[in-house]
């Protein structure tokens, strides 16, 4: 049985290899849709948000993963991904009427500001609790829950009948909204220009839709199961799921 799992460990290490390209999105696809879709998230969301724009919210859970894209990379532009870049971006998120973004500001920018602050507390519990996000195991774990929840987790109603129709878009990520938050964490030193945004959340959603197209080809969760077993003894990815999801929770207004 070791024998078996360690050639399905092997197999998803040069799988991941394979179809990483650009981004380790593997935790986008699906879980991180799914975690801020759940029945619990959308009770609390509703009443602090407009109901209408819950599916953005969902979308939006993406978002700091952009962080892992070649050309935030490349640029250092990876701070999107930190908890005081979350500060700045609520700052402006919840100031409409600031003479320097007040033409551009949108009624979703506080919600994307609260799904970048859900998937850090996401975060948090996953690499806190469960796998280190400096581990050899980390990516290949990702991507293994990735494939459990496609299978087990069933896509909230309002997002579509399949998680292949689930994906971060444009109006989940305003170019405008990280422009001045980006601008205002580096004082206008390494600001995220709105092509550059553009241009990573292309790579984001080809990675994403990537993922979707690997979890099908497994034709199932048991193989990651067994998988994630092997990796994370004695932890169960859905124990880490449910934390996640209070978490997330917890972080809404």
Same mark, same amino acid.
């Given at each position: 049985m070791r024998a078996v799992v360690m050639r399905m460990w092997l197999a998803s290490l040069l799988v991941a290899a394979a179809w990483t390209g650009e981004v380790r999105?593997?935790?986008?696809?699906?879980?991180?849709?799914?975690?801020?879709?759940e029945p619990a998230v959308q009770e609390k969301f509703v009443?602090?948000?407009?109901?209408?724009?819950?599916?953005?919210?969902?979308?939006?859970? =993406?978002?700091?993963?952009? =962080?892992?894209?070649l050309l935030f990379q490349a640029s250092g532009r990876d701070y999107i991904h930190g908890a005081a870049f979350l500060a700045a971006l609520d700052y402006v998120a919840?100031?409409?009427? #600031?003479?320097?973004?007040?033409?551009?500001?949108?009624?979703?920018?506080?919600?994307?500001?609260?799904?970048?602050? =859900?998937?850090? =507390?996401? #975060?948090?519990?996953?690499?806190?609790?469960?796998?280190?996000? #400096?581990?050899?195991?980390?990516?290949?774990?990702?991507?293994?829950?990735?494939?459990?929840?496609?299978?087990?987790?069933?896509?909230?109603e309002?997002?579509? #009948?399949?998680?292949?129709?689930?994906?971060?878009?444009?109006?989940a990520c305003d170019p405008a909204l990280l422009y001045w938050a980006s601008y205002l964490y580096t004082g206008g030193r390494l600001p995220v220009y709105p092509w550059m945004t553009r241009e990573a959340l292309g790579s984001l959603r080809r990675s994403i839709e990537a993922a979707y197209e690997l979890h099908e080809a497994r034709g199932g969760p048991e193989g990651s199961e067994a998988l994630l077993k092997f990796l994370v003894p004695g932890k169960d990815w859905k124990t880490f799921y449910g934390a996640s999801v209070t978490a997330v929770v917890n972080s809404l207004p």
């Amino acid at each position: 049985m070791r024998a078996v799992v360690m050639r399905m460990w092997l197999a998803s290490l040069l799988v991941a290899a394979a179809w990483t390209g650009e981004v380790r999105a593997w935790g986008d696809a699906p879980t991180h849709f799914s975690l801020c879709g759940e029945p619990a998230v959308q009770e609390k969301f509703v009443l602090r948000f407009d109901p209408g724009l819950f599916p953005l919210f969902v979308e939006a859970a =993406a978002g700091p993963d952009l =962080a892992n894209t070649l050309l935030f990379q490349a640029s250092g532009r990876d701070y999107i991904h930190g908890a005081a870049f979350l500060a700045a971006l609520d700052y402006v998120a919840s100031r409409p009427k #600031d003479r320097r973004w007040r033409s551009a500001w949108r009624p979703t920018w506080p919600v994307i500001a609260a799904a970048w602050r =859900a998937h850090l =507390a996401a #975060d948090e519990v996953a690499h806190s609790q469960y796998v280190p996000p #400096d581990s050899p195991r980390h990516e290949l774990v990702e991507l293994a829950v990735d494939t459990c929840v496609y299978y087990l987790k069933p896509v909230p109603e309002a997002l579509g #009948d399949s998680w292949r129709e689930v994906n971060i878009s444009e109006a989940a990520c305003d170019p405008a909204l990280l422009y001045w938050a980006s601008y205002l964490y580096t004082g206008g030193r390494l600001p995220v220009y709105p092509w550059m945004t553009r241009e990573a959340l292309g790579s984001l959603r080809r990675s994403i839709e990537a993922a979707y197209e690997l979890h099908e080809a497994r034709g199932g969760p048991e193989g990651s199961e067994a998988l994630l077993k092997f990796l994370v003894p004695g932890k169960d990815w859905k124990t880490f799921y449910g934390a996640s999801v209070t978490a997330v929770v917890n972080s809404l207004p």
